[in-house]
């Protein structure tokens, strides 16, 4: 009898269990994923992606999930958002308006599905080399081993945009790769410089000058003489400061690019709305700054800094909220 009471028992507990862990179960598979593209891992557009989808009221959403994928970088995510594959990602501003107007290179398809979000940071061009190369200019690449970063990245297809504007693309040696592998192939004199388009300071950089005496080279100036910024307004002038890489006791001038967050137009206006409204508070952007130290550019006052483009009408909400948007 006594028996009989403990198995009772025992079916009981079972199928209490069952049934909690199957409502459980359908109840997060009712919960809608949303996709978030980043970057190649390690890189800037990862953490700022990862940051996002892994803060805690972010994560305490029961109506849907962010989930942060790994890509090859913007001209990627443009694509893939556009798709629908990523409902959001992180995309250069540059290559939003490119897509937007059918001038991204050898694609004159219009990505009209991707819209902008908010400001993440001001990504510039950053050129290294051996101090001792006696490279002053980007064009005395000519004949050099040069990592140009992943291709289908923003790096690469800035690199690209630049060096064909200064007619050196198709005379360098061009090795495609991220930008901790160019700095080690650079480290190991497989390279003779390395292109980044990224927030600085980059660990990339920072290990590159622990082996090497490094320079940056002056791209303001090869900008500003060839017309590069007059042709692709988007751009904007900015200086990398002194003392930002060891050895590098200098300013050095350059360009550089907004970085952002979009989405999918067929996102709900609610979803984004939702996100903002977590992640632009006081808590939020902490979270972001203690992810990767390059959102501390991240703010209400910047929240649509540097977008030319057509924005989510539930970022339009929010910013129109915050008093951003007339």
Not at 97 to 108: E, I, Y
């Amino acid at each position: 009898m006594r028996l009989n009471k403990v198995f009772a028992v025992f079916i009981g507990i079972c199928a209490f269990l069952i049934i909690t862990l199957t409502f459980s179960a359908e109840s997060f598979a009712k919960r809608n994923i949303y996709k978030f593209g980043g970057g190649p891992a390690g890189g800037t557009f990862q953490f700022m992606a990862g940051g996002i989808a892994t803060y805690g009221p972010v994560k305490a959403i029961k109506e849907f999930r962010v989930l942060a994928g790994a890509s090859a970088g913007s001209v990627e995510n443009l694509r893939s958002v556009n798709s629908g594959k990523y409902a959001m990602g992180v995309v250069y501003s540059g290559h939003v308006f490119l897509g937007k107007n059918g001038m991204l290179k050898n694609d004159p398809k219009k990505y009209n599905d991707v819209l902008a979000v908010s400001y993440f940071y001001g990504a510039p061009a950053q050129l290294v080399v051996r101090a001792d190369s006696g490279i002053k200019s980007a064009k005395q690449l000519v004949g050099k081993k040069v990592g140009v970063g992943n291709a289908g990245s923003g790096a690469y297809a800035n690199c690209d945009m630049f060096f064909n504007h200064l007619g050196i693309w198709d005379k360098i040696e061009r090795n495609a790769m991220g930008y901790n592998d160019a700095a080690t192939a650079f480290n190991n004199r497989q390279l003779d410089a390395f292109w980044l388009f990224t927030a600085f300071p980059s660990g990339a950089v920072i290990m590159a000058a622990q082996t090497n005496d490094i320079a940056l080279v002056d791209l303001g100036a090869d900008a500003e003489k060839s017309g590069f910024i007059k042709k692709y307004p988007y751009f904007s002038k900015l200086s990398v400061p002194a003392g930002t890489y060891k050895g590098v006791n200098y300013d050095t001038p350059s360009f550089q690019d907004s970085c952002l967050w979009v989405a999918n137009s067929k996102v709900p206006a609610d979803v984004i709305y939702k996100l903002l409204s977590l992640i632009y508070t006081d808590e939020g952007l902490a979270h972001m700054r203690n992810v990767k130290k390059t959102a501390k550019a991240m703010s209400i006052k910047d929240g649509i800094k540097g977008i030319v483009t057509s924005m989510h009408p539930g970022a339009i909400k929010f910013w129109k909220e915050k008093g951003i948007l007339k």
